[in-house]
């Protein structure tokens, strides 16, 4: 490549064996793809149009369903076009902005499950005053505050990170996440004080208050009778099984910007795919199969003969 295209693009250099498995990659990634839009829209679908799925706990479910659309649609294309290039190139100012739209997204998740605990300690354990608490214009804040907070952390350090020099021209991934700061001629310490703020504000807290949450539930719900224990296991599980599965993974994405080279290329690129196939998938999979009332509407949806 010559230098003055690198003055503009940079090398995504994260696949492997990219020649010989080019059509494999493809199939697989765009039957993925297609899978995850069809999965998630639909459930988000379901609960639009059914009133009995106006619920706070629904829109929640709906709103984090949504993410893993727009996630998977920052990610997907590009890596499609990739796979099919004879060059990985992509502009730095593209490159940019699928850095920011993969954090903000990604730091809203946190926050969307930290509602979606929220509400579900309101459920259990103040029954009464739900209806005065979760109302539909303090969901419609959640929502906006879940958003907008993760959009705004990561459009200060896609500015700064636009702003600092570049010594390299490619990187050993596939998406513009962390391992972007490889292009970088020095470490900003500015860019690691809001990594670092962006971190705690937007995982570390969110994560704690969940954890603090869910204790809460289960300490009434134990003390209570068995009805509330029911309703607890069918309505708090599947949150729990999505937090621990995306928590895994950003804790894969906060170290892979530690390890630098030293992480193999091979490993990478799975645990990149992993981040990228594994959750959009998995979301729909638990709330489908584990909420009884989404389950119902699927089956009814897909299976219509056995409802007569």
């Known amino acids: 490549m010559d230098y003055e295209l690198n003055l503009t693009y940079i090398t995504l250099d994260g696949y492997v064996e990219l020649n010989q498995y080019r059509f494999v990659y493809f199939v697989i990634m765009f039957t993925v793809y297609i899978l995850i ?137 596939v998406v513009c996440n962390n391992i972007m700061y490889e292009l970088h001629c020095v470490k900003s310490s500015v860019i690691t004080f809001y990594g670092v703020v962006a971190l705690v504000d937007l995982v570390i807290f969110p994560l704690i208050f969940i954890v603090f949450t869910y204790i809460r539930i289960f300490i009434i719900a134990y003390r209570s009778g068995r009805e509330v224990r029911r309703k607890a296991a069918e309505t708090c599980l599947p949150h729990l099984i999505v937090l621990i599965s995306y928590s895994c993974l950003a804790v894969y994405d906060i170290v892979i910007a530690r390890v630098e080279s030293s992480f193999p290329k091979t490993a990478r690129l799975i645990m990149t795919l992993q981040a990228a196939v594994y959750h959009p998938l998995f979301n729909p999979l638990i709330y489908g199969l584990k909420m009884k009332e989404i389950y119902k509407h699927l089956k009814r949806l897909f299976c219509p003969a056995r409802n007569i």
């Not at 998977?72 to 100012?93: F, G, N, R, W």
Request: aromatic share 16%; net charge positive.
């Open 37 to 173: 839009i069809c999965s998630n829209s639909t459930i988000v679908c379901l609960i639009w149009i059914h009133k009995n799925l106006h619920e706070p706990m629904y829109i929640f479910i709906a709103a984090l369903l949504f993410n893993s659309v727009l996630f998977s649609t920052a990610i997907y294309p590009k890596i499609l076009i990739d796979v099919l290039s004879e060059k990985q190139i992509m502009s730095y100012s593209a490159c940019l902005f699928q850095y920011f739209i993969f954090y903000s997204l990604g730091g809203s998740e946190f926050l969307l499950l930290a509602a979606m605990s929220y509400d579900r300690y309101v459920s259990i354990c103040k029954p009464l005053q739900y209806p005065t608490i979760m109302t539909k214009i303090n969901v419609r804040i959640f929502l906006f505050l879940a958003w907008f907070s993760a959009a705004c952390h990561f459009a200060g350090l896609t500015i700064l990170n636009a702003k600092t020099k570049l010594c390299n021209f490619s990187f050993k991934g």
